[in-house]
């Protein structure tokens, strides 16, 4: 089966501000580093220009009246109900292409969807993809549009159960508020604990309403956890909820802001934890669609992503994290490290308390969460 990388030259040459931490050129540092080791040659792996679709796609989950305004911002028409709808704020500032960039993400996300539903491919990864903040009627944290609810949307409306697992480090909320009250789609968001990360919520008794209930699942964690902690956490819940919804395709955001060198959180899972994660949510996809999402220290995201296409796609040879690690170590002045980095020294108090919050987050899930699925506690 084919597997699928959604690139673009137009998307990584585009730029928020010149201070923003949002890089889309994350995207070309990964495709440089696809094309160097010879990781998209092949009959079974393709390279897609994605197409810019119609404006109609944002209507599958946004309001006319956002989008309108999303338009006007572009153009620098702006207005009161323009702020109020989060655009112009230091996270969503306005600037010129921004419309254009959020129907192209989002058709690059909706397009490799649809590829996988046709059983065009078994695997699709979208770097521009993954703006899991974004509202049905205003941006927030980095994201103008949100296309992996737009993608879920279409996916459930051609009768496709979806499982959607969020790693990167901030809460998925903007998928969490789309989808809470039904049961077609699970949502599992592993991230640093809204008491110390925006955006400020995602707690375990989140667990959706009506008949969403027991579908979505946080997991909150301490800032501080490490590769241990938060494997303990995914290992024991994520593969048997996955397992007992069964799904026909899993979304997957897999942002690089776990790492301990990201600059914008607290977590200190180093990339060794970040592959594992990897290799267990690949094991759980028939199909598979992976999003970039976060990631704000740019050469290690670039790194990582490439790691989890050779997992995804099954074509990691033996010497490309040796590769990688040269790669990474000529660039001192990112501070990027090594991909096979080591883990950081924690002090024992913060061990105990982040393995006591993971442990206490276990036993509620497993209690709460689990009988609705048939799962025992």
């Excluded at 899991?132 to 941006?139: P, T, V, W």
């Excluded at 400020?200 to 946080?218: K, P, R, S």
Aim: proline share 5%; glycine share 10%.
């Amino acid at each position: 089966m084919r597997n699928v990388f959604m690139y673009s030259d137009e998307l990584a040459r585009l730029e928020y501000n010149p201070s923003h931490p949002f890089k889309p050129a994350r995207a070309k540092l990964m495709h440089d580093f696809l094309n160097r080791y010879d990781l998209l040659s092949g009959e079974d792996r393709k390279v897609v220009n994605p197409v810019v679709m119609d404006e109609e796609l944002l209507y599958l989950f946004h309001t006319r009246d956002y989008i309108d305004l999303l338009r006007k911002g572009d153009e620098r028409r702006v207005s009161v109900e323009t702020f109020r709808a989060g655009l112009g704020t230091p996270d969503n500032p306005i600037f010129s292409g921004m419309y254009r960039y959020a129907l192209s993400a989002s058709s690059a996300t909706f397009e490799a969807a649809m590829m996988l539903c046709r059983g065009e491919g078994r695997f699709a990864f979208n770097p521009f993809g993954g703006f899991h903040h974004a509202g049905r009627d205003h941006a927030e944290g980095f994201c103008y549009i949100n296309d992996v609810a737009i993608a879920i949307t279409e996916l459930v409306n051609r009768g496709r159960r979806v499982a959607y697992i969020d790693t990167d480090v901030h809460h998925g909320n903007g998928v969490q508020d789309a989808f809470y009250g039904t049961d077609k789609v699970l949502k599992i968001s592993l991230h640093e604990t809204g008491k110390t990360l925006y955006p400020g919520y995602g707690f375990e008794y989140e667990t959706g309403t009506g008949a969403g209930l027991g579908y979505n699942i946080n997991i909150p964690l301490l800032a501080g956890t490490d590769d241990e902690v938060y494997l303990l956490a995914f290992e024991t819940l994520v593969p048997p909820l996955v397992r007992s919804f069964g799904p026909d395709i899993v979304v997957t955001c897999i942002g690089g802001d776990t790492h301990k060198e990201d600059p914008l959180a607290h977590f200190n899972l180093t990339s060794n934890g970040y592959e594992r994660v990897i290799a267990l949510i690949n094991g759980l996809a028939p199909k598979l669609l992976a999003l970039g999402s976060g990631g704000y220290n740019p050469h290690k995201t670039a790194a990582l992503w490439t790691l989890a296409w050779a997992e995804f796609s099954g074509c990691k040879p033996q010497e490309l994290r040796e590769a990688l690690a040269r790669e990474m170590m000529g660039r001192p002045k990112q501070k990027a490290g090594r991909p096979d980095d080591l883990q950081p020294a924690v002090t024992e108090q913060q061990k105990e308390e982040s393995l006591a919050q993971a442990l206490r987050v276990i036993k509620f899930i497993r209690d709460n969460v689990f009988p609705s699925h048939g799962l025992k506690g």
